[in-house]
């Protein structure tokens, strides 16, 4: 089974804060993503990377940067963490799959900015 | 115009009844279709998948897609208490110009009422 995952699964920071949230797959992915959850607003997606150093913006990257050093790890940095930064997230890998390989996600980390 | 469209609910179906879940989408490029459900709380575990037009049946679920209508459904047979949860339906297009987009819909919540 692929196993996604996420370095921490409740996590409280203080504004203005750099927050690094971690995250890992043991299958080879090529592709791993983060979203933020939010109530009403489903999950929208914040950067995704299909190869190690490459990384892509998705629909919210304002306030985030990512790092992919190697193929297994994702890490999503908050550069000063602010308060409409709390939300759950969530890391996610795929295989390139012809379009055939589904998300599978990792437990989620729910981040409170204070 | 949203690109995944689900009833948000809540839909409230009593024990042992059928509960369909309906989903619309609008990439016509999108090659394949995921249904997750969702715990509250908890991140997103993938239950479904289908391909091509027509029904798949697994155990008590079955999921339809007819391309041709961009439409999605997935019927829960004998639903139970434990179903109760947000379903959400994922469309996807890897095709190499768009860039392994997953769409997510904010999902239909679930009660099954014993």
């Given at each position: 089974?692929v196993?996604?995952t996420?370095?921490s699964?409740?996590?409280?920071?203080r504004?203005?804060e750099?927050?690094?949230?971690?995250?890992v797959?043991?299958?080879?992915h090529?592709?791993?993503?983060?979203?933020r959850?939010d109530?009403?607003?489903?999950l929208?997606l914040i950067?995704?990377s299909?190869?190690?150093?490459?990384k892509?913006?998705?629909?919210i990257?304002?306030?985030y940067?990512?790092s992919?050093?190697?193929k297994?790890?994702?890490?999503?940095?908050l550069?000063?963490?602010s308060?409409?930064q709390?939300s759950?997230y969530l890391?996610?890998?795929?295989?390139q799959?012809f379009g055939?390989?589904?998300?599978?996600?990792?437990n989620?980390?729910?981040?409170?900015?204070? | 115009q949203k690109?995944?469209?689900?009833?948000?609910?809540?839909?409230?179906?009593?024990?042992?009844?059928?509960?369909?879940?309906?989903?619309?989408y609008?990439?016509?490029?999108?090659?394949?279709?995921?249904?997750?459900?969702?715990?509250?709380?908890?991140?997103?575990?993938?239950i479904?998948?289908?391909y091509?037009?027509?029904?798949?049946?697994?155990?008590?679920?079955t999921a339809?897609?007819?391309k041709?209508?961009?439409?999605?459904?997935l019927?829960i047979?004998?639903s139970?208490p434990?179903d109760?949860a947000t379903?959400?339906?994922?469309?996807?297009?890897?095709?190499?110009n768009?860039?392994?987009?997953?769409?997510f819909?904010t999902?239909?919540?679930l009660?099954?009422i014993?």
């Amino acid at each position: 089974d692929v196993k996604v995952t996420q370095s921490s699964r409740y996590l409280v920071k203080r504004t203005g804060e750099k927050v690094f949230l971690e995250c890992v797959q043991d299958m080879d992915h090529e592709n791993m993503f983060w979203y933020r959850q939010d109530p009403g607003l489903g999950l929208r997606l914040i950067y995704f990377s299909y190869d190690v150093k490459m990384k892509e913006k998705g629909d919210i990257p304002e306030g985030y940067s990512v790092s992919r050093e190697k193929k297994e790890r994702f890490s999503l940095i908050l550069e000063s963490a602010s308060t409409n930064q709390t939300s759950m997230y969530l890391c996610a890998s795929s295989t390139q799959g012809f379009g055939f390989s589904p998300l599978h996600f990792g437990n989620g980390t729910r981040l409170t900015v204070t | 115009q949203k690109e995944v469209e689900q009833n948000s609910g809540p839909l409230s179906v009593p024990e042992g009844a059928i509960a369909s879940l309906n989903c619309t989408y609008s990439d016509r490029g999108s090659q394949s279709f995921f249904w997750y459900r969702q715990y509250s709380g908890k991140s997103p575990e993938l239950i479904m998948f289908i391909y091509s037009n027509g029904d798949k049946e697994d155990g008590r679920f079955t999921a339809q897609l007819n391309k041709a209508s961009q439409y999605v459904s997935l019927l829960i047979r004998d639903s139970q208490p434990s179903d109760s949860a947000t379903y959400l339906c994922v469309p996807r297009n890897a095709s190499p110009n768009t860039g392994n987009q997953f769409y997510f819909g904010t999902g239909t919540s679930l009660t099954v009422i014993p």
